[in-house]
């Protein structure tokens, strides 16, 4: 696999920058994800190689333009669709409330 994700040993990536302290997460929403996660894949809906498929089939400029847990969650919101275990319009609709609740 040669995709977007496969950055390693590949120039012009400019360098690493490395936060002192690094929490293991930033915001309550990563907290979030990472539970859901763990809680998903403990209850067997999905493997580690779906997830990272589901990772690898991201857009790549939003792969690059997003976060560790964001590629989580979005392999997360693929998986469960896909699985019919979540309805693309019920994942608008809470997008939708979400983002009325923080605007």
């Known amino acids: 696999m040669n995709g977007i994700h496969d950055?390693?040993?590949?120039h012009g990536m400019g360098p690493i920058v490395r936060e002192d302290n690094e929490p293991v997460f930033?915001?309550?929403?990563?907290?979030?994800v990472f539970a859901l996660m763990i809680s998903?894949?403990?209850g067997g809906q999905y493997s580690v190689d779906e997830v990272r498929h589901a990772i690898e089939r991201m857009?790549?400029?939003?792969?690059?333009a997003s976060s560790y847990y964001e590629h989580w969650l979005h392999?997360?919101?693929t998986l469960l669709v896909e699985k019919g275990l979540l309805s693309q319009t019920e994942?608008?609709?809470k997008r939708s409330q979400l983002a009325q609740e923080h605007s």
């Open 59 to 64: 857009d790549p400029a939003h792969y690059l």
């Open 26 to 32: 930033h915001h309550d929403w990563e907290r979030r």
């Open 91 to 93: 994942l608008e609709a």
């Open 40 to 42: 998903t894949f403990a």
């Open 7 to 10: 950055v390693g040993g590949m």
């Open 75 to 77: 392999a997360m919101e």
